[in-house]
C-alpha cells in the first residue's frame, strides 16, 4: 500500500532563509509525487508535480523539489523564504492504476518569522 | 480557464440530517474526486468518478454517497450526519484521472 510521511508537522524559518520540507513515501510500483500548499480557509494549490521524467522539478512561487528513488524521498525547498510564504504543505503520492486518488502526507506548517 | 468550483461555500446542520455538496470541474475536465480534511485524519479520499460512473472509492461508510453528471459536474451527499462529520469537503478535478488534481475552495460542514 502507498503512503506518504512528511517529517514536522511545523516548521519555522527567518525571512530569507532556506525551506526544507521533507516527505518520504512508500508505493510498489513507480509514483506520481506532488506537493500542494493550503492557505487558510482555501483549497489546494499544486506547487509541483513528478511524473517520471526529470528527477529535479521546479514549480511556482520559486520552490522545487527532488525525486531521489534510493532514498524515497521528494523533499521541497526554496532557496529565500518570503513572509507569503507561511501556509500548510502536503505531500501526495498516486499510482497510476489507482485512479483519481491522492494519497496525502499530515502536512507541514510552515511559519515564516520577520 | 475557470477554476474548480464549490457551493454551498459553508453549511450548518444538525445531527441526523442530511446534505448535498456540489462540484463544478474545469471544463473538459472528466474526473471528479471528493476528500475530507479533518484536523485529526487529516486528507482523506471519498471517491471519485469519471464518466458518470464511480470509479474509485475510500473507506467511508455508505452513508457518504456521490454521483456524475453528462456535463461532469458532481454532487455528494451525506446522509443521517454525525458530528463526526464535521469536515472541509474538497473537490478536485483531473482530465483523466491521473496525474495532477486541481481543487475547489472546499465546502466547510458543520454538524451540531
Excluded at chain 1, 525571512?15 to 506537493?35: H, I, K, M, Q, T
Amino acid at each position: 500500500a502507498q503512503s506518504v510521511t512528511q517529517l514536522g508537522s511545523h516548521v519555522s524559518v527567518s525571512e530569507g532563509a532556506l525551506v526544507l520540507l521533507r516527505c518520504n513515501y512508500s508505493s510498489s510500483v513507480p509514483p506520481y509525487l506532488f506537493w500542494y500548499v493550503q492557505y487558510p480557509n482555501q483549497g489546494l494549490q499544486l506547487l509541483l508535480k513528478y511524473t517520471s521524467a526529470a528527477t529535479l522539478v521546479k514549480g511556482i512561487n520559486g520552490f522545487e523539489a527532488e525525486f531521489k528513488k534510493s532514498e524515497t524521498s521528494f523533499h521541497l525547498t526554496k532557496p529565500s523564504a518570503h513572509m507569503s510564504d507561511a501556509a500548510e504543505y502536503f505531500c501526495a503520492v498516486s499510482d497510476p492504476k489507482n485512479t483519481g486518488k491522492l494519497i496525502f502526507g499530515q502536512g507541514t506548517t510552515l511559519q515564516v518569522k520577520p | 480557464k475557470a477554476g474548480v468550483t464549490q457551493t454551498p461555500r459553508y453549511l450548518i446542520k444538525t445531527r441526523g440530517q442530511q446534505v448535498t455538496l456540489s462540484c463544478s470541474p474545469i471544463s473538459g475536465h472528466r474526473s471528479v474526486s471528493w476528500y475530507q480534511q479533518t484536523p485529526g485524519q487529516g486528507l482523506q479520499f471519498l471517491f471519485e468518478y469519471f464518466s458518470e460512473t464511480q470509479r474509485n472509492k475510500g473507506n467511508f461508510p455508505g452513508r457518504f454517497s456521490g454521483r456524475q453528471f453528462s456535463n461532469s459536474r458532481s454532487e455528494m451527499n451525506v446522509s443521517t450526519l454525525e458530528l463526526g462529520d464535521s469536515a472541509l469537503y474538497l473537490c478536485a478535478s483531473s482530465a483523466r484521472g491521473v496525474g495532477e488534481q486541481f481543487f475547489g475552495p472546499g465546502t466547510r460542514l458543520t454538524v451540531l
